[in-house]
T-cell receptor, first 117, second 112 residues
Framework: ETGVTQTPRHLVMGMTNKKSLKCEQH?????MYWYKQSAKKPLELMFV???????ENNSVPSRFSPECPNSSHLFLHLHTLQPEDSALYLC????????????????FGAGSRLTVL | GNSVTQMEGPVTLSEEAFLTINCTYT??????LFWYVQYPGEGLQLLLK?????DKGSNKGFEATYRKETTSFHLEKGSVQVSDSAVYFC???????????FGTGTSLTVIP
């Protein structure tokens, strides 16, 4: 399999559930990202990992917990979410941070559509 | 700071019409500029990019020219097809840091 793969594609959960989103990339990239896409809002960067180290956390509530066990896999653990957290969660990867800007192109997965009841 | 502003949608065009989606940016350094496209039910895909002033990015009949003097990167296509219906995002990436800044997206619908 090639590119960036996200699972599950759709997830419905209650506010008290614990679930995880998974992202896997087969591109040999070393940077991975979580973005949140909500209707009529700009893409929101949530977390960035560069060579497995978290380099950015954009004031994301602690009910979202990322994990990056290696450069190919990224998880987003979800716990006690709110209805306003319903959105499309996009994973992306790139070669690595610190490259000349034009060389560090983001490749996105298809997203995980999350609905919180 | 860095930011991207793109025209509000939605845009509806007839097949074979000319397309322009405006994008302007604010940047403190010398960014690279991108257009991404999102088809229904999918993630964003890179459509084209330009890394320095006066560069023209092109792909699948789409073009955009990096204009430093007007801080713009407008997307154009001479003859749109129904299959071009999607949401288009303008973005910039700075150096160093590689932080990406996205516009809010412009929805395009092409009708036969």
């Amino acid at each position: 399999e090639t590119g960036v793969t996200q699972t599950p594609r759709h997830l419905v959960m209650g506010m008290t559930n614990k679930k995880s989103l998974k992202c896997e990339q087969h591109l040999g990239h070393n940077a991975m990202y979580w973005y949140k896409q909500s209707a009529k809002k700009p893409l929101e960067l949530m977390f960035v990992y560069n060579f497995k180290e978290q380099t950015e956390n954009n004031s994301v509530p602690s009910r979202f917990s990322p994990e990056c066990p290696n450069s190919s896999h990224l998880f987003l653990h979800l716990h006690t979410l709110q209805p306003e957290d319903s959105a499309l969660y996009l994973c992306a990867s790139s070669q690595h941070r610190g490259l000349e800007s034009g060389a560090n192109v983001l490749t996105f997965g298809a997203g995980s559509r999350l609905t919180v009841l | 700071g860095n930011s991207v502003t793109q025209m509000e949608g939605p845009v509806t065009l007839s097949e074979e019409a000319f397309l322009t989606i405006n994008c302007t940016y604010t940047a403190t350094g010398y960014p690279s500029l991108f257009w991404y496209v999102q088809y229904p039910g999918e993630g964003l895909q890179l459509l084209l990019k330009a890394t320095k002033a006066d560069d023209k990015g092109s792909n699948k009949g789409f073009e955009a020219t990096y204009r430093k003097e007007t801080t713009s990167f407008h997307l154009e296509k001479g003859s749109v097809q129904v299959s071009d219906s999607a949401v288009y995002f303008c973005a910039l990436s700075d150096t160093p840091g590689n932080q990406f800044y996205f516009g809010t997206g412009t929805s395009l619908t092409v009708i036969p």
